[in-house]
T-cell receptor
């Protein structure tokens, strides 16, 4: 079945450093979503990418969808302590069934 | 605008018992998905309902079942509970048509002893 892997599993950065998490699907996706889950909280939707090669920005966050629609990345510029949490990608093959990636836990050291 | 409401927030059950969890989606949302979250397995897809029909199903045993009512509220049931069923169960809703993000509830923390 469809699998979605994320790397790295954990990342510790100093405040102000950049951070990137990568998402890879075993199958071609129709779209991919990104979520953030704060410690003790629930996933919160960040963005959705649909088009091959698409790049979207939200302030310090940059999201990319690969040309083959099998991979994606989230890049945070100049991390802040408020960026702490686990970032998940979730991919769908077009059936409204979203398979979540394994997640990348980000810790930001002040 | 009210968010996704899950009840109860916490639950402790004994092995062999059954449990029913409830989810009220955002008003107007017709799609409800359920996920199991554990530290070791991450977020695992259980099933998705749209307009009272199960549209997608994950790879969980038949002990896990769900349903959706005409007002889009959804329930999931787990029968013959096992220790490994201890997890955070998350419900998420979306309009259900087109590609949009899901809004998650705060979850039900189930502990099986």
């Amino acid at each position: 079945g469809q699998q979605v892997m994320q790397i790295p599993q954990y990342q510790h950065v100093q405040e102000g450093e950049d951070f990137t998490t990568y998402c890879n699907s075993s199958t071609t996706l129709s779209n991919i979503q990104w979520y953030k889950q704060r410690p003790g909280g629930h996933p919160v939707f960040l963005i959705q990418l649909v088009k091959s090669g698409e790049v979207k920005k939200q302030k310090r966050l940059t999201f990319q969808f690969g040309e083959a629609k099998k991979n994606s990345s989230l890049h945070i510029t100049a991390t802040q302590t408020t960026d702490v949490g686990t970032y998940f990608c979730a991919g769908s093959s077009g059936t409204y069934k979203y398979i979540f990636g394994t997640g990348t836990r980000l810790k930001v050291l002040a | 605008k009210a968010g996704v409401t899950q009840t109860p927030r916490y639950l402790i059950k004994t092995r062999g018992q059954q449990v029913t969890l409830s989810c009220s989606p955002i008003s107007g949302h017709r799609s409800v998905s359920w996920y199991q979250q554990t530290p070791g397995q991450g977020l695992q897809f259980l099933f998705e309902y749209f307009s009272e029909t199960q549209r997608n199903k994950g790879n969980f045993p038949g002990r896990f079942s769900g349903r959706q009512f005409s007002n889009s509220r959804s329930e999931m049931n787990v029968s013959t509970l096992e220790l490994g069923d201890s997890a955070l169960y998350l419900c998420a809703s979306s309009p259900g048509q087109g590609a949009t993000g899901y809004t998650f509830g705060s979850g039900t923390r189930l502990t099986v002893v």
